[in-house]
């Protein structure tokens, strides 16, 4: 169960994550190697806050991070909606994606934008985030656990998925 946190720290029900944010949209995978682990409210800067950590709640590097929006660039590799901008975590397990005046939605939403680990059912999906209108860039940050042990069809999944998307760089230098 994805738990919610509010802006000041205290745990919170999903019910008043929907009567804080609107229509946030969790889309479960649950062979998935990562799984949604935490929300957590933020009324500060402009950029959502994307973390990954393993079971024993370390940072994980390197892991690339979905960052979409209705009219994104292509991405045929990504998962979920095909289309996103993917940057990876740093040293400390995470990764700022920056939000412009079009991240702002009313009430009760959703916002624009949607967040997952890249590749096919290689993690849960959050979508319907943003900045709430007529806040200080109130928002949610995310943070992805990395599961114990690696469900060996997922990791082919994964995989497949990475060698397609070599493929198709590949061709487009041609």
């Known amino acids: 169960m994805v738990k919610y946190f509010d802006g000041q ?3 919170q029900d999903w019910d008043q994550l929907i009567t ?3 229509n946030v949209d969790v889309k479960e995978t649950p062979e998935g190697v990562y799984r949604l682990l935490q929300v957590r409210a933020e009324d500060g800067p402009n950029s959502i806050t994307v973390r ?10 390197g892991v690339p ?19 996103a901008v993917v940057e990876a975590t740093d040293a400390t397990g995470c ?7 079009e991240s702002f939605y009313k009430m ?27 806040t200080n860039h109130l928002h949610l940050n995310v943070t992805f656990i990395q599961a114990t042990t690696l469900n060996t069809d997922t990791h082919w999944v994964s ?4 060698l397609d998307r070599i493929i198709e760089l590949l061709g487009k230098t041609k």
């Open 9 to 11: 720290g205290d745990e």
């Open 20 to 22: 804080d944010f609107g």
């Open 52 to 61: 990954v950590v393993d079971a024993n709640n370390h940072a994980v590097p």
């Open 65 to 83: 991070i979905c960052w979409s929006w209705p009219d994104a660039p292509p991405e045929s590799g990504a998962g979920w909606e095909g289309k």
């Open 95 to 101: 990764v700022r994606f920056n939000m412009g005046r």
């Open 108 to 134: 009760p939403g959703p916002g624009p934008h949607a967040i997952w680990i890249y590749g096919r059912k290689v993690s849960d999906r959050i979508g319907g985030l943003g900045m709430v209108g007529g």
């Open 159 to 162: 995989l497949f998925t990475k």
